[in-house]
């Protein structure tokens, strides 16, 4: 089974409207352990990525996730623009011309993107950064290969609930909630929420 340029615009698409509606709650983890602006961001970069789909169709997978990467650079601001516009930008690389990706196109995909997150950002597993919904993700998506495309994606999406979860006892090493120091233990971290958030929906591209 294939996932086609049509239902990846509209998963990106669908991001404006999860974002819009986990806005307060993104903030109020953000305004806990940093300063309340993550649900402010995300909402105002996928507003403006939608804009940008509507108004100019991309015309294969690759300039799709491009203009994700420069919307979101050009608006969502703070630490998680850059990263969220790196992570697209770097998926994108092996797409051009291509109408329809597999689940190995999208793993390595993912891989890429996670790589350019780490790169940009210099955080690892367990800082208590988006990184902690993005990696164990990774893990489940070649882990559920074999169970077909839907069960891959799914199980790549609980495995970062998991991750945004165990997130809550750490102490922030990377980003503003570092500067806390011991007081960013107790807290989930808004970024892997986010980045949770967003394979949730891409868990149900298929339909
Ligand atoms: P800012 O912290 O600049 O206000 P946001 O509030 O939009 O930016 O995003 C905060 C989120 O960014 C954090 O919850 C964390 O998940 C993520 N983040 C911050 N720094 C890093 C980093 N170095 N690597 C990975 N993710 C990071
Ligand atoms: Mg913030």
Known sequence: ??????????????????????????????SDIGDGDHGVNMARGFNAVLSAIESS???????????VSMTLIKT???ASGPLYGTFFLRAAADFTGKQELDLDAWTSALEKGIQGIEQLGKAQKGDK???????????????????????ALKAAADAAEEGMK???????????????GERSIG?????????????????GILG
């Open 76 to 78: 969502v601001g703070g």
């Open 57 to 67: 169709p991309p015309a294969d997978i690759c300039a799709a996730f491009k203009t």
């Open 166 to 180: 165990a997130t809550i006892p750490l102490q922030a090493r990377k980003g503003r909630a570092s500067y806390l």
């Open 129 to 151: 950064t988006m990184l902690d919904a993005w990696l164990p993700a990774l893990t489940a998506l070649k882990e559920n290969g074999g169970n077909g495309i839907k069960a």
């Open 1 to 30: 089974m294939m996932i086609t340029l049509p239902q990846l615009i509209d998963w990106l698409k669908k991001l404006d409207g999860v974002y819009t509606e986990q806005k307060d709650f993104l903030s109020k983890l953000d």
């Open 187 to 203: 807290h989930q971290d808004p970024g892997a929420t986010s980045a949770f958030l967003l394979l949730q929906s891409a868990a």
